[in-house]
C-alpha cells in the first residue's frame, strides 16, 4: 500500500487536514487574542479573574508572612467583589541566587508581577525597563505622609519611584554582651577606628574571635550591604558623586576603608576563613556567634529575629541581656548607624494589571494586615511614623528593639540607589577579598577595583578622586 | 527473475525519514543551534542583562573577545578547567577501569550489589552530591571527614580553603567513575574468553594481558568515553559552584563558573558569550583531535 493510499484510506484528503489545521490556529490565535484584552481590562464583579504572581525569597518565617498577607488580600478582593487575586510563587533563598533570578527573569520578561526586591538591584532593573513605575499610585497613598521623611527620599531613582517605601533597616555592629563582661571587657560604644581595633585586640587576647565584617566574594551582596559601604562612609568620602552621576572608584576613603579590613585580617581579627567560605555567614552568625566563640558581627534589625531569635535560625537564649549593639565608629569620633532601604515590593513593567498590583502592595503596607503578620515574624522596623499607635504590641515586639532602631531613621546616614551598584557590590567583593587574604595592598587591591569598575560600568560612569 | 519490489518505496522511506527525524532536528534547532548562534551574536555586544544596556546595546566587534584573552583571571580559569579535566580523566580512568576488571571477573560473588554500589552516585543529582560532599569536607569539627581523622588524632583541615581544587577533583572522581566503569565493563565483557586464554596460554602475565589484549581491544570504547568526559569536564558548573562557588578567591573558578559570573553575578551577557564561544571552540579542538586519534591512529 503507497503513501498515497493511506492518506486516501485514513478518510480525509491533505486538503481537509490542512483546511481543518488553518481553521484550529486561527480559532486559537482568536482566542488568546480575547484573552488578553480581556484580562488587560479587567476589573469589576464581570471581569475576568485576574491572578497576580508575587515573588520573594523561600525563607520559611517571610512566606508565612506572605501567606497571610496574600490571604487577608483574596479574601478582601473577594468581598470587594474585584476580580483580583494573588498567588505566591517562592524564589531562590539566598540573596545571590535570588538576584540572579530576578534578572534573569527580567531579562527574558517573565518576572512575576509583584516581586520583593533587594536595595541593590532595584535602580538597574528600573533603568531596563523591567519595572513599572509606581510614582502617581504612591502619590495619592492616604498613608505617604506616614512614612518617615528619609525613607521617602532613599526611595527615588531620578525622581521616580519604583518601590513601596514601607520598610527600613538599621546597619550596626552587634556584640556579645556577656562574653565581653566573661573577660572583663568594657562594652563602651567605640568611637573612632583605634577604639575599635583596641577592643579587637582585648577580645582576641581573650582567646575569642574578634569580629565578623561581610568581605570577599561568598557573601554576595551582604559584603557590601552589612559591612563595607558602612565603613566607606565612616571616612566620610564620596561614594557615589550625585552632581556628576559618577560612582566613585578610587578616593582617600575607599582606601582607609580598605585599610580597615587589612588592619583586622593582619591581626587575625577577622575570621577570614569562615569568610571565605561558600555560606559564611553558617559559620560565622549561626556557630561563632551563637556559641559565644566570635564576639562582634555587622548585621541588620532582623538579626533580632530570623538569625538569633526564638523561631529564628540559631537561637540565642538570653538574646537581649547576651547581645548588644555598637553604631559604626567613624574617622570622626561620631559613631553612626545606617539606615538601608531603597528595596521593597516593586511592580513588573509586563503585569497583567498595574492597579492590581498596587493594591496588594498597598494592601500589604496597611497597619492591620502588617500588624498580624508581625505575630509570625517582624524582620525589621516599621517605615511608618504613627505605625505604634495603630498596632500597640509593636512596641513590645522584639523587646521594643524594632521601635527603638525607628529613632535612627532621622539620624542614620543613608545610601541612595543608582545605576550600576550590582557591579560595585561585586568589585567590592572582590577588592576586600584579595586584602583579606593578603594577595593585595589595600592601594593594589583599590587600583584593580577602579580598572574593573572603569571596564565594566564605563569611563564616563566613574571618578577617580 | 524480476526483482522483488521493494517493501517501502523511495518516497515512503524519505517520508519515514523525515517524520521520525522532524522533531528531533526541530528541537535541537530551536534548543542548540538557534541560542548558540544568538550567543555568537551577542557575544559581539556589549549588552548586559540589566540596566540601561539590556535595552540599548551596541556592536563592540571582537573587544570582548580581546579582554578575555588579555584577562589574567579567564586565562587562569581555562588553564584550571584544563588541569581539572586532564586530572579528572586520570582518575576516572584509574578507577573506573580497576573496577571494571574487578567486577568482569566471571563468578564474584556480590556482583550485581558491588555495580550498584558503584553506579549508585550516578543517579544522585550533581547539586545533591555537592551538598553531600560539602558536608564532608565542611571546616572544623563540622565536617565529617575532619571528624574521621580526629578520631586518628589527624588535626581538622580546611579542604576547601587549603586544597580546593584537589577537593573538587577528588568529589568528580566519586561521582562520575560509575560512568567509566560501566563503559569499560561493557567492553570488556565483550571480549571473547578465548582471546584471554589464548594469551594466556602462550605465557603471558596479568599485565601483559591488561596492556596488549584488554586495553586495545577496549580502545574504541575509551576513547567515546574520554570524548563524553572531556567534553563534561569543561563545561562543569553544579558540582563546582554548588560546592565552592568558585572560590575561595578565583581558585576554583573554573570556565564555566567564570561564564555563569559574568553573564548572572556581573549581568555582562555580552561578555558571559564571548566567554561561552571561546569554551565552544576549545570543546571542538579537543573534540576534534579525539576524532581524528580514533578514526587514523587506532
Not at chain 1, 521617602?152 to 533597616?169: F, H, R, V
Not at chain 1, 568581605?215 to 566620610?236: D, H, K, L, P
Not at chain 1, 532602631?405 to 560595585?424: D, H, Y
Not at chain 2, 553544579?238 to 559574568?262: A, E, S
Request: charge should be neutral; hydrophobic fraction near 45%.
Amino acid at each position: 500500500m503507497s503513501h498515497d493510499q493511506k492518506t486516501a484510506g485514513a478518510g480525509i484528503s491533505r486538503r481537509s487536514m490542512l483546511r481543518l489545521m488553518a481553521t484550529a490556529t486561527g480559532a486559537a490565535v482568536l482566542a488568546a487574542c480575547g484573552k488578553s484584552t480581556g484580562t488587560a481590562t479587567g476589573d469589576g464583579a464581570n471581569a475576568e479573574p485576574i491572578e497576580l504572581t508575587y515573588m520573594t525569597p523561600d525563607r520559611e518565617l517571610g512566606q508565612k508572612v506572605d501567606k497571610l498577607a496574600i490571604a487577608s488580600f483574596n479574601e478582601r478582593m473577594k468581598k470587594e467583589g474585584k476580580p483580583w487575586s494573588v498567588k505566591g510563587v517562592p524564589g531562590p533563598a539566598t540573596d545571590n541566587d535570588y538576584n540572579t533570578k530576578i534578572n534573569v527573569d527580567a531579562g527574558a520578561g517573565t518576572l512575576p508581577d509583584i516581586v520583593s526586591l533587594g536595595a541593590s538591584v532595584v535602580a538597574d532593573l528600573a533603568a531596563g525597563g523591567a519595572l513599572a513605575e509606581l510614582s502617581d499610585h504612591i502619590n495619592k497613598w492616604g498613608d505617604y505622609a506616614h512614612v518617615f521623611p528619609v525613607l521617602k527620599e532613599a526611595n527615588l531613582i531620578n525622581g521616580k519611584n519604583y518601590t513601596l517605601p514601607g520598610s527600613a533597616s538599621t546597619f550596626t555592629f552587634f556584640y556579645r554582651k556577656d562574653v565581653l563582661a566573661k573577660n572583663n571587657i568594657k562594652d563602651t560604644q567605640p568611637n573612632t577606628w583605634d577604639d575599635f581595633y583596641g577592643l579587637c585586640d582585648n577580645i582576641a587576647k581573650a582567646g575569642v574571635t574578634a569580629v565578623c565584617l561581610p568581605a570577599a566574594t561568598a557573601w554576595g551582596g551582604g559584603t557590601w550591604e552589612e559591612g563595607f559601604r558602612q565603613v566607606w562612609m565612616s571616612f566620610n568620602g564620596e561614594i557615589y558623586s550625585e552632581s556628576e552621576g559618577k560612582w566613585v572608584v578610587s578616593s582617600p576613603g575607599l582606601l582607609k576603608a580598605l585599610t580597615v579590613y587589612q588592619t583586622l585580617a593582619k591581626n587575625k581579627w577577622l575570621t577570614v576563613d569562615a569568610l571565605l567560605n561558600p555560606n559564611p555567614w553558617e559559620p560565622t552568625k549561626y556557630q561563632m556567634f551563637p556559641k559565644g566563640e566570635l564576639a562582634v558581627c555587622t548585621g541588620g534589625d532582623w538579626q533580632w529575629t530570623f538569625d538569633w531569635g526564638p523561631t529564628g535560625a540559631t537561637p540565642i537564649d538570653g538574646l537581649f541581656e547576651k547581645v548588644g549593639r555598637w553604631q559604626f565608629p567613624s574617622e570622626d569620633g561620631k559613631p553612626f548607624v545606617f539606615v538601608g532601604t531603597g528595596g521593597g515590593p516593586a511592580v513588573s513593567a509586563k503585569t497583567k494589571n498595574l492597579d492590581a498590583a498596587w493594591a496588594f502592595l498597598e494592601h500589604m503596607a496597611r497597619a492591620d494586615v502588617s500588624c498580624e503578620a508581625n505575630k509570625v515574624y517582624l524582620g525589621g522596623p516599621s517605615g511608618m511614623d504613627n505605625f505604634a499607635e495603630l498596632c500597640p504590641d509593636y512596641k513590645t515586639q522584639v523587646g521594643g528593639k524594632m521601635l527603638e532602631a525607628t529613632q535612627f531613621f532621622a539620624t542614620g546616614k543613608i545610601l541612595r540607589n543608582r545605576v550600576g551598584e550590582s557591579k560595585i557590590v561585586d568589585g567590592i567583593g572582590r577588592a576586600t577579598e584579595d586584602v583579606i587574604t593578603l594577595k593585595a595592598t589595600p592601594e593594589e587591591a583599590m587600583a584593580a577595583f577602579a580598572a574593573a569598575m572603569k571596564d565594566s560600568l564605563g569611563a564616563d560612569k566613574i571618578k577617580q578622586a | 527473475m524480476a526483482k522483488e519490489p521493494p517493501l517501502i518505496s523511495r518516497r515512503s522511506e524519505r517520508t519515514m525519514l523525515a517524520l521520525f527525524l522532524g522533531p528531533a532536528v526541530i528541537i535541537v534547532l530551536i534548543f542548540t543551534i538557534m541560542p548558540a548562534l544568538w550567543a555568537i551574536y551577542v557575544s559581539f555586544t556589549n549588552r548586559a542583562l540589566t540596566g540601561a544596556r539590556s535595552v540599548t546595546y551596541d556592536f563592540v566587534g571582537i573587544a570582548n573577545y580581546v579582554k578575555l584573552l588579555s584577562n589574567e583571571i579567564f586565562l587562569h580559569s581555562i588553564s584550571l578547567t584544563l588541569w581539572y579535566t586532564l586530572w579528572t580523566n586520570i582518575g576516572q580512568f584509574v578507577l573506573g577501569l580497576a573496577t571494571a576488571l574487578f567486577l568482569n571477573r566471571a563468578n564474584l560473588w556480590g556482583k550485581t550489589f558491588l555495580l550498584a554500589a558503584v553506579v549508585l552516585p550516578m543517579v544522585i543529582p550533581a547539586v545533591i552530591q555537592s551538598l553531600i560532599w560539602s558536608s564532608m569536607l565542611a571546616i572544623g569539627e563540622y565536617g565529617t571527614l575532619n571528624r574521621i581523622l580526629g578520631l586518628v588524632g589527624i588535626a581538622p583541615v580546611m579542604w576547601l580553603r587549603e586544597a580546593p581544587m584537589i577537593s573538587v577533583t577528588l568529589v568528580n572522581f566519586w561521582n562520575n567513575s560509575g560512568f567509566a566503569m560501566i563503559l569499560f565493563l561493557a567492553g570488556l565483557e565483550n571480549i571473547p574468553r578465548e582471546v584471554i586464554e589464548a594469551a594466556q596460554i602462550d605465557g603471558a602475565n596479568a599485565w601483559q594481558t591488561l596492556t596488549r589484549i584488554r586495553l586495545p581491544l577496549i580502545r574504541y570504547v575509551i576513547m567515546l568515553w574520554l570524548l563524553l568526559n572531556t567534553l563534561g569536564c569543561l563545561g562543569v558548573f553544579d558540582l563546582v559552584y554548588t560546592l565552592t562557588r568558585g572560590g575561595p578567591g578565583n581558585r576554583t573558578q573554573l570556565v564555566g563558573i567564570y561564564i555563569y559570573d559574568q553573564s548572572f553575578k556581573f549581568y555582562e551577557l555580552g561578555m558571559g558569550s564571548a566567554a561561552s564561544v571561546i569554551l565552544l571552540f576549545i570543546s571542538l579542538i579537543i573534540g576534534l583531535i579525539y576524532v581524528r586519534v580514533l578514526r587514523v591512529t587506532l
